[in-house]
Nanobody, 120 residues
């Protein structure tokens, strides 16, 4: 069974940093692109970032460019989202999802989400 588990969320002040992790179990992450999504209360889910299976290609939501960095360590079967200079509007539940490639609209596996409240 393909499983993804996010961790690393928590309360942070504006300007602070967090690193989210997305660990895979039951399958090898090597062959999958990893998406990060977020959903704030009352808002639609939005794609934050994607990293290709090799890690060589990444893309980002415009609002997080220069502040968030996606990475992966296939040896650890884990992907990461480093979030710096967090803003109030970054508050959301963050999810990771596996896909065949960045640009795919099919996600065979999702994590359960981790909350990131940004508050002063």
């Amino acid at each position: 069974q393909l499983q993804l588990v996010e961790s690393g969320g928590g309360l942070v002040h504006p300007g602070g940093s967090l690193r989210l992790s997305c660990e895979a179990s039951g399958f090898t992450l090597d062959y999958y692109a990893i998406y990060w999504f977020r959903q704030a209360p009352g808002k639609e889910r939005e794609e934050v970032s994607c990293i290709s299976s090799s890690g060589q290609n990444t893309n980002y939501l415009g609002a997080v460019v220069g502040r968030f960095t996606v990475s992966r360590d296939n040896d650890k079967n884990t992907a990461y989202l480093q979030m710096n200079f967090l803003r109030l509007e970054d508050s959301a539940v963050y999810y990771c999802a596996a896909a065949s490639f960045c640009g795919s609209m099919s996600y065979p596996s999702w994590g359960q989400g981790t909350q990131v409240p940004v508050s002063s």
